[in-house]
């Protein structure tokens, strides 16, 4: 890959960082649009196998980013596109958390924290239900309800969860 | 582990946490943590930091998480480098973010090295698809958790139902742009927060 495309690339993703709201996953239509549609550096299925790949994989999904750079150029690719997606927002966080923290006793802190505590779990319902509705079929669903009641009310190893549901997976069971 | 842990400290919710040992404890526990989380680390990260390790409380957790998902970047990484700041700042930070990523990145590049092979198995894809279903409920079943912490926030239960609600609907049925959602429940959340924490008496900036 020639070094402006590299730039170019590297630049991009600098500036998606600070957009990426959500997480990572709610700019990939613009990574799409940059190396499938543009740059045309990896294919539509590269870029969907990217992020069935970091979801199948342990870790952050962001990882999804790396896969991705790792199709396009290697290695180099991945190690380039990751640090260009985390810099950015990583520095924003260290610096609004030790400013939040230092001033938690402040009125409008904790009018923040205690406005968004509700937002947050229901933030959670819904990437619980949007993971859940993106799998074909409804067989699915009560392995999905007896999960999260496990979850929920029990200590049990969240491993032991994850192991169960690939081998019902395996033998179709679900 | 919990036995090279510095001593017990209270805090603001009479909780009672524990400060990981050194950078390095929190470096071993977030890839620990990172390697159970298939699909999603939240569930992992809330039962480790705040049940298992007792680093955080639940409150703490969700001041933390809140802050990670109004702001830019990966929710769990924002997790790792606020938690990690708290104790060792950015030493602590680099070490929790680090931990988190390093073994990870490397076990993800291998799968992606070895997808090609085995993408058309049927075995292969209905395992994918049973721990998609898994860590679905995972999240569910943490939100689930979270949710009863919500009983002591100052707004009241009722209208955290109304918040909860209001953006599930906004973001998972829907499907709005986050950023908007956010702006405009949270500065109403914020503003109701602000109006009844001022009647509770607490002074102003």
């Not at chain 1, 991705?68 to 958390?97: E, F, K, N, R």
């Not at chain 2, 990981?20 to 569930?43: D, E, K, N, R």
Request: hydrophobic fraction near 60%; charged fraction near 10%.
């Amino acid at each position: 890959m020639p070094i402006t495309d590299w730039l170019i690339l590297s630049g991009h993703f600098l500036l998606l960082s600070l957009l990426s709201i959500g997480g990572a996953i709610t700019v990939a239509p613009d990574m799409h649009r940059v190396m499938v549609d543009e740059m045309a550096l990896i294919t539509d299925a590269q870029f969907s196998a990217s992020i069935a790949i970091a979801q199948a994989s342990p870790g952050p999904n962001v990882l999804f980013v790396a896969v991705m750079g790792y199709q396009a150029a290697g290695i180099a690719g991945a190690v380039v596109v990751l640090t260009a997606i985390m810099l950015p927002s990583t520095t924003l966080a260290l610096l609004a958390a030790r400013w939040g923290q230092a001033r938690r006793h402040w009125l409008s802190v904790r009018a923040f924290k205690a406005g968004m505590a509700p937002l947050v779990v229901g933030l959670l319902f819904a990437t619980g239900w949007i993971l859940a509705a993106s799998i074909d079929g409804w067989h699915h669903v009560l392995l999905t309800a007896v999960t999260a009641l496990l979850v929920w009310r029990t200590r049990m190893h969240l491993l032991f969860l994850i192991g169960a549901g690939a081998l019902l997976g395996a033998f179709g069971w679900v | 582990m919990r036995s090279e842990t510095l001593p017990a400290s209270e805090n603001e919710g009479g909780e009672q946490t524990i400060a990981p040992a050194s950078p390095a404890a929190l470096f071993l526990a977030f890839t620990l943590l990172a390697l159970q989380g298939f699909g999603g680390v939240i569930a992992v990260a809330q039962r480790v930091l705040v049940e298992q390790r007792r680093w955080l409380t639940r409150d703490q957790f969700i001041e933390i998480l809140a802050l990670a998902q109004v702001l830019p970047g990966p929710n769990v990484c924002n997790v790792a480098l606020m938690t990690g700041d708290r104790f060792f700042g950015w030493r602590g930070a680099f070490a929790a973010l680090g931990g988190m990523m390093a073994l990870p990145l490397m076990i993800v590049l291998g799968v992606a090295a070895a997808y090609s092979q085995y993408a058309a198995d049927a075995v292969v894809a209905g395992a994918f698809r049973g721990m998609g279903a898994v860590a679905a409920g995972l999240i569910l079943g943490t939100a689930l958790k979270l949710a009863s912490a919500l009983g002591s926030n100052p707004m009241g239960v009722r209208v955290c139902w109304i918040g909860g609600t209001g953006v599930f609907i906004s973001v998972a049925l829907l499907r709005l742009p986050l950023v908007w959602v956010l702006l405009v429940l949270g500065s109403l959340g914020c503003a109701f927060a602000w109006s009844r924490l001022r009647a509770a008496g607490v002074a102003e900036d």
